[in-house]
T-cell receptor, first 112, second 114 residues
């Protein structure tokens, strides 16, 4: 079946940029998503990118999409301690557009 | 305030004792879904519903039941819970009829089955 992979852990210093990477296998995916899960909370949609875009910027967040390599990245500029969370990459399932294919999540630790 | 609520937030129960986790959304969303989150396994979908009286299995439906009698509610039922159903459960909803996009998640229910 289709798959989404991402590294499990990332540690950065406060003020640095964070880059979280994700690869996916479904070349027919229409949308790709980044969700954030803060400790003890549910997931919240952070941003998403349409598959015909290369980049999307939203304040401190930059999403880059390389469709050829099926690689998605989330860059957080000027990372703050409040950015410490688990970040999930997800793609829609072209074969079943009623569900998402989820990565396992990248745990971002921001050190003061 | 737009939100998805789940109850209870924490539950400890014993094997075989039927339980229901409630989920309610106030956004008039058509799509609702249940997930479980386990360390090392990420988020796995249990069941989803496209609208009232329309439900479908996700990736891990065994041991669970759902119902969608009203648009706002989507309860998760464990008829005979077992220890391997100890997990963190999330309910989610979305307004998108065609895909599970832009889902709003509840705060989670931590279930322990002894």
């Amino acid at each position: 079946g289709e798959d989404v992979e991402q590294s499990l852990f990332l540690s950065v210093r406060e003020g640095d940029s964070s880059v979280i990477n994700c690869t996916y296998t479904d070349s027919s995916s229409t949308y790709l998503y980044w969700y954030k899960q803060e400790p003890g909370a549910g997931l919240q949609l952070l941003t998403y990118i349409f598959s015909n875009m290369d980049m999307k910027q939203d304040q401190r967040l930059t999403v880059l999409l390389n469709k050829k390599d099926k690689h998605l990245s989330l860059r957080i500029a000027d990372t703050q301690t409040g950015d410490s969370a688990i970040y999930f990459c997800a793609s829609d399932d072209a074969g079943n557009n009623r569900k998402l294919i989820w990565g396992l999540g990248t745990s971002l630790a921001v050190n003061p | 305030e737009a939100q998805v609520t789940q109850n209870p937030r924490y539950l400890i129960t014993v094997t075989g004792k039927k339980l229901t986790v409630t989920c309610s959304q106030n956004m008039n969303h058509e799509y609702m879904s249940w997930y479980r989150q386990d360390p090392g396994l990420g988020l796995r979908q249990i069941y989803y519903s496209m609208n009232v009286e329309v439900t479908d299995k996700g990736d891990v439906p065994e041991g669970y039941k759902v119902s969608r009698k009203e648009k706002r509610n989507f309860p998760l039922i464990l008829e005979s819970p077992s220890p391997n159903q100890t997990s963190l459960y999330f309910c989610a909803s979305s307004s998108d009829r065609d895909a599970a996009r832009e889902q709003y998640f509840g705060p989670g229910t931590r279930l322990t089955v002894t």
